[in-house]
């Protein structure tokens, strides 16, 4: 009886939907291990007269492969070649990397799964679906093989040459966040975020982010490399905006800007705002009133409002939580005017790339989660791409690299392929059981 005839049967007999499902399910990947099979072994056959002429056949052994339909057990030639080099011919030519178990599709579903949770997660996942013995050192192989080289195509996309054109209210926004390093107790690791995006009747267009594990310098170089290529932006205004934190200071950003533009930089007022909050108090209502007069940029309104501040029985702790904001609100006070104040009408909110950590922060943080550096840089090359819209593209390419297919004869190879699959489909009847047989063994002769 071949598969589908079994799978009609069975559908005859079900008793519900679900059942009906789970026959056609179960039947669909059986019959996707069997063509997968007969095309690998169908390979094989046909590979053996392409082999070089000193390549002498040793004998067949069998390799399992998981796939999203199934494990799937074929057999391949073993040759000879020469006096000392022995190899399969069909692993070779697949790129297969010798005791790899997973199809470049299941490792694209790892990848892609694991930037959303948890190596483990993603292991109880995929064994929860395909049931295929994953576990989560295999998931974080995955991602560390595949994130870095997902990162050097990101990367080499950017080198690319594009048409350049003079962009519509070009804004680039920097910040940074923390993550917990594995190598010591309490040791943290710098990530640096830039952002670029164009922003067309409020709407923002053309984004891209920039990340890098440490190595600000770098980013900063990728990042101008990437505006040269894209843009032309001789006698244009660069819209600029940070935190004004270490590394983000108002100059810092404003050297980005290439020779020939304008630079407007802007402090985040959300930064700014939670600054005021913190230092005098979530609650307190000359925090709503200090607010209000950033808002409105009035100096003599607030420096009124953090003296009355002052003038209260402070702690050591809190007045010197209040010189601080004062140093930064006096360092950065010009910064603070908004794009409508500074004639800007087209220009609203600036300061999306505090929200954007998320997208990495939520993967990488909290939750007792560490990061070696050759992980945190391979989980943020996979986000990083997922954000910019080219992640299953770079997978692609890249899982098309790591398995080509060789090239032989398509009518042969179809032929093969057609006689063994009804061979394959047929299936081999049941025999009855005969039960235990009973023997001994003479231990004495």
Request: glycine share 6%; with cysteine.
């Amino acid at each position: 009886m071949d598969i589908l005839t079994e799978i009609e049967q069975n559908l005859v007999k079900s008793g519900s939907l679900f059942e009906a499902e789970q026959i056609i399910l179960k039947g669909v990947l059986e019959l996707g291990q069997v063509i997968m099979q007969n095309f690998l072994e169908s390979l094989d056959r046909s590979l053996k007269s392409q082999a070089p002429a000193n390549y002498q056949v040793i004998n067949k052994q069998p390799r399992t492969l998981n796939f999203i339909f199934g494990p799937v057990t074929f057999q391949r030639r073993y040759y000879q070649a020469g006096t000392k080099k022995r190899e399969f011919y069909l692993d070779q030519q697949l790129k297969i990397k010798p005791r790899r178990r997973l199809s470049p599709h299941y490792l694209m579903m790892m990848a892609k799964i694991a930037q959303t949770t948890t190596m483990r997660n993603t292991a109880d996942i995929l064994n929860l679906v395909f049931d295929s013995g994953i576990t989560a050192d295999s998931v974080m192989h995955a991602v560390h093989e595949l994130g870095n080289q997902v990162a050097k195509q990101t990367q080499a996309k950017e080198h690319q040459a594009t048409p350049r054109h003079m962009p519509k209210n070009l804004t680039i926004e920097g910040d940074a966040f923390m993550i917990k390093g594995k190598k010591e107790a309490g040791q943290l690791t710098l990530v640096h975020h830039y952002r670029v995006y164009e922003r067309v009747a409020n709407q923002i267009i053309n984004r891209h982010d920039f990340l890098s594990v440490g190595h600000q310098g770098r980013l900063e170089a990728r990042l101008s490399d990437y505006l040269d290529r894209h843009y032309k932006l001789a006698g244009q205004t660069i819209f600029l905006a940070s935190d004004a934190g270490p590394g983000y200071e108002p100059a810092k950003l404003l050297s980005l800007v290439p020779q020939g533009a304008h630079g407007e930089y802007f402090l985040d007022r959300y930064h700014c705002l939670q600054k005021i909050e913190h230092t005098l108090g979530r609650h307190n209502e000359l925090a709503m009133r200090a607010i209000k007069a950033v808002r409105h940029h009035d100096q003599a309104e607030l420096t009124i409002i953090l003296d009355t501040y002052e003038s209260q029985n402070l702690t050591e702790k809190q007045a010197d939580d209040l010189m601080r904001l004062r140093k930064y609100l006096q360092r950065n006070w010009r910064y603070i005017l908004s794009p409508q104040m500074r004639g800007f009408k087209d220009i609203h909110l600036i300061g999306s790339v505090e929200s954007s950590h998320r997208a990495f922060t939520y993967r990488m943080k909290k939750q007792g989660k560490s990061w070696t550096k050759q992980g945190a840089k391979a989980m943020i090359g996979l986000i990083e791409a997922r954000m910019n819209g080219e992640l299953q593209a770079s997978l692609n390419t890249i899982l098309e690299q790591l398995t080509v297919l060789p090239r032989v004869a398509q009518t042969s190879l179809l032929q093969e392929m057609h006689i063994r699959t009804g061979e394959f489909l047929r299936k081999a009847p049941t025999k009855p059981s005969i039960g235990a047989v009973q023997g001994i063994i003479p231990i004495n002769t």
